[in-house]
Nanobody, 121 residues
Framework: QVQLVESGGGFVQPGGSLRLSCVASGSIFSINTMGWYRQAPGKQRELVATITTGGTTVYKDSVKGRLTISRDNAKNTVYLQMNRLNPEDTALYSC???????????????WGRGTQVTVSS
């Protein structure tokens, strides 16, 4: 059974920083793209950033220069370094991975349950 577990969320004042982590565990054959999404209250879930196995990244425009996605392929882990946070960044941040479980012969998407980030003074 494959699962993604996020950690690192919390409460931070505007201008502060947080580092999110997401570990994929279980019977995994291969992982392709990993990413972070967020959903604020009353809004739809949106892409924050994605990263391929080779390190190619894509960012939401409003987070460029403040949030940085990275990954450790050996640890099946993706990170999101969040700097200069503002109240508009408040949301539930969820990890996503396109991976192939050993029991399956194809790639599919898995989601974590999310970690809450709250930015407020």
């Amino acid at each position: 059974q494959v699962q993604l577990v996020e950690s690192g969320g919390g409460f931070v004042q505007p201008g502060g920083s947080l580092r999110l982590s997401c570990v994929a565990s279980g019977s995994i054959f291969s992982i392709n793209t990993m990413g972070w999404y967020r959903q604020a209250p009353g809004k739809q879930r949106e892409l924050v950033a994605t990263i391929t196995t080779g390190g190619t990244t894509v960012y939401k425009d409003s987070v460029k220069g403040r949030l940085t996605i990275s990954r450790d392929n050996a640890k099946n882990t993706v990170y999101l370094q969040m700097n200069r946070l503002n109240p508009e960044d408040t949301a539930l941040y969820s990890c996503n991975a396109n991976l192939q479980a050993r029991a399956l012969g194809y790639f599919t998407f898995y989601w974590g349950r999310g970690t809450q980030v709250t930015v407020s003074s």
